[in-house]
């Protein structure tokens, strides 16, 4: 199975912040990465595709970058509605596998 | 506005089978353009993928959970469903259905996880 670290697992920030949350995948999966933000109580909501591709509707503020095993997912300037757990994907082969998330939290 | 719907028992006895179906609306199990997808999430963790199948049938598992794992279609009701044998406490989680999407970006195609029900949860308890 693909394994994916997401650092940091535990983020503080402040309204209005950028901020980055990385993810590593334990061997190349191109650009076959997604990302979702999951609030308390709701079910996880696709942000970004294809490593870099904004899912239509998302604000954006939100952008993703990288390709092979480094990816980054950046928030240009935090909202109110953005603290979320964050989740990567990675949709290359199967099993398709998750990050342990990125809880970013209020400052 | 596509939508996705999980049903089925909230709590279920050890050793015994999960049943949950996912009913779609607003869109067809039968279009060539998505797979069906079962994740879940245990209780304060992270998400899990469980499996997903394609209109004709055809069907991917997670290997940790393949022994145990059945998902199935039926086009006539539009909905695709989950079982899962042998349960025990490990398996109590919040289970998503979700659709998976087939997007082309520059010549490449990828896929995406870009509808989700609003999850059931199952308690696996005697």
């Known amino acids: 199975d693909i394994q994916l670290t997401q650092s940091p697992s535990f983020l503080s920030a402040s309204v209005g912040d950028r901020v980055t949350i990385t993810c590593r995948a334990s061997?190349?999966?191109?650009?076959?990465l997604a990302w979702y933000h999951q609030k308390p109580g709701k079910a996880p909501k696709l942000l970004i595709y294809g490593a870099s591709t904004l899912q239509s509707g998302v604000p954006s503020r939100f952008s993703g970058s990288g390709s092979g095993t480094e990816f980054t997912l950046t928030i240009s300037s935090l909202q109110p509605e953005d603290f979320a757990t964050y989740y990567c994907?990675?949709?290359?082969?199967?099993?398709?596998?998750f990050g342990q998330g990125t809880k970013l939290e209020i400052k | 506005q596509v939508q996705l719907q999980e049903s089925g028992p909230g709590l279920v006895k050890p050793s015994e089978t999960l049943s949950l179906t996912c009913t779609v609306s607003?869109?067809?199990?039968?279009?060539?353009?998505?797979?069906w997808s079962w994740i879940r999430q245990p209780p304060g963790k992270g998400l899990e993928w469980i499996g997903c199948?394609?209109?004709?049938?055809?069907?991917n598992y997670n290997p940790s959970l393949k022994s145990r794992v059945t998902i199935s279609v039926d086009t006539s009701k539009n909905q695709f469903s989950l079982k899962l044998s042998s349960v025990t406490a490990a398996d109590t989680a919040l289970y998503y259905c979700?659709?998976?999407?087939?997007?082309?970006?520059?010549?490449?195609?990828?896929?995406?996880?870009?509808?989700w029900g609003k999850g059931t949860t199952v308690t696996v308890s005697s």
């Open positions: 994907q990675q949709l290359v082969s199967y099993p398709y596998t």
């Open positions: 199948i394609y209109y004709s049938g055809s069907t």
């Open positions: 607003g869109d067809s199990v039968s279009s060539h353009s998505y797979y």
């Open positions: 979700a659709r998976e999407s087939l997007t082309m970006v520059r010549g490449v195609n990828y896929y995406s996880m870009d509808v």
């Open positions: 061997q190349g999966i191109s650009s076959y």
